[in-house]
């Protein structure tokens, strides 16, 4: 293996939306073990990057590896089960539900096939139920909430909620968690207690991408930077590398 083992690898990736390249040709690697930014003006095309990785777009060129398999054409709960889990820009969760039952949610869709097949009774329900309970609550021990497991999920503050939006998604157990503007939103002693969870969860052996504006965040957090503008990658480097690249500062002056 060369420097850093590649986790996921996307090759000439690209999905048009009527006359529009929302992402077009970006090829990058996003490594093992490591946190990776992605960066770039509002439209760039960083939450459709996403949406194609997770399954929820299928891209209309290019393909996706991760861990060494073709994901290109998975659907989003296959791409869940292979161990890639994300966080939404805006947080969805169920606030009547308990803390503990929103987690369970999440480990729920890597188990079957999406909360439909929830409903139906098989004998595999007492089991999965089990396992779905003790995913969740060992996310919400990753993330700082095993306290609240039994509280309203919208009884939490602000920054609880999302850190429940964190857990729906560490629930599967992934390898690869996409988050996606995790610190909108936050003041910066909250900015500066997510920084330190996602440390911790790499520290434990995730890996991570996130999509994010604060450039606070993203210089004092990431190993390594992709900046997308109009669809496209135009740079990909160390945080150093990306800051004194002239493309970069163009699109941000231009934008
Ligand atoms: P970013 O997250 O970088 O701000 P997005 O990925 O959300 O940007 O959007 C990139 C471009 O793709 C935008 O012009 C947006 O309007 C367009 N886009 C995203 N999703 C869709 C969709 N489902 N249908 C049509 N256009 C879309
Ligand atoms: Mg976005």
């Given at each position: 293996m060369t420097e850093s083992t590649s986790l996921?690898?996307?090759?000439?990736?690209?999905?048009?939306?009527?006359?529009?390249?929302?992402?077009k040709d970006v090829t990058a690697v996003i490594p093992a073990g490591q946190i990776t930014a992605i960066i770039g003006p509002n439209g760039a095309g960083k939450s459709t990057f996403f949406n194609l990785i997770s399954g929820f777009y299928q891209p209309t060129a290019g393909s996706i590896r991760f861990a060494g398999e073709d994901i290109t054409r998975l659907k989003t709960h296959e791409v869940v089960a292979r161990g890639i889990a994300r966080t939404f820009q805006t947080t969805t969760i169920y606030r009547e539900l308990s803390v503990l039952d929103n987690a369970m949610i999440g480990h729920r869709v890597r188990t079957r096939a999406g909360l439909w097949d929830a409903l139906l009774?098989?004998?595999?329900?007492?089991?999965?139920?089990?396992?779905?309970?003790?995913?969740?609550?060992?996310?919400?021990?990753?993330v700082g909430l095993s306290s609240r497991a039994h509280l309203p999920a919208g009884a939490l503050t602000q920054e609880g909620q999302k850190r429940v939006g964190i857990a729906m998604a560490l629930s599967s157990d992934p390898k690869l968690l996409l988050l996606d503007e995790p610190a909108a939103g936050m003041n910066p002693e909250e900015?500066?207690?997510?920084?330190a969870l996602i440390r911790d969860l790499v520290g434990g052996g995730l890996s991570v991408a996130l999509v994010e504006h604060k450039m606070s965040l993203v210089m004092g957090l990431a190993d390594r930077i992709l900046v997308l503008h109009h669809g496209q990658k135009i740079a990909q480097g160390t945080p150093a590398e990306v800051s004194r690249d002239p493309a970069v500062v163009e699109a941000y002056l231009g934008s």
């Amino acid at each position: 293996m060369t420097e850093s083992t590649s986790l996921l690898d996307v090759q000439g990736l690209g999905i048009r939306f009527g006359g529009l390249d929302a992402v077009k040709d970006v090829t990058a690697v996003i490594p093992a073990g490591q946190i990776t930014a992605i960066i770039g003006p509002n439209g760039a095309g960083k939450s459709t990057f996403f949406n194609l990785i997770s399954g929820f777009y299928q891209p209309t060129a290019g393909s996706i590896r991760f861990a060494g398999e073709d994901i290109t054409r998975l659907k989003t709960h296959e791409v869940v089960a292979r161990g890639i889990a994300r966080t939404f820009q805006t947080t969805t969760i169920y606030r009547e539900l308990s803390v503990l039952d929103n987690a369970m949610i999440g480990h729920r869709v890597r188990t079957r096939a999406g909360l439909w097949d929830a409903l139906l009774r098989t004998g595999r329900e007492k089991r999965d139920e089990d396992g779905s309970r003790a995913g969740a609550l060992q996310a919400l021990e990753r993330v700082g909430l095993s306290s609240r497991a039994h509280l309203p999920a919208g009884a939490l503050t602000q920054e609880g909620q999302k850190r429940v939006g964190i857990a729906m998604a560490l629930s599967s157990d992934p390898k690869l968690l996409l988050l996606d503007e995790p610190a909108a939103g936050m003041n910066p002693e909250e900015t500066v207690r997510l920084m330190a969870l996602i440390r911790d969860l790499v520290g434990g052996g995730l890996s991570v991408a996130l999509v994010e504006h604060k450039m606070s965040l993203v210089m004092g957090l990431a190993d390594r930077i992709l900046v997308l503008h109009h669809g496209q990658k135009i740079a990909q480097g160390t945080p150093a590398e990306v800051s004194r690249d002239p493309a970069v500062v163009e699109a941000y002056l231009g934008s």
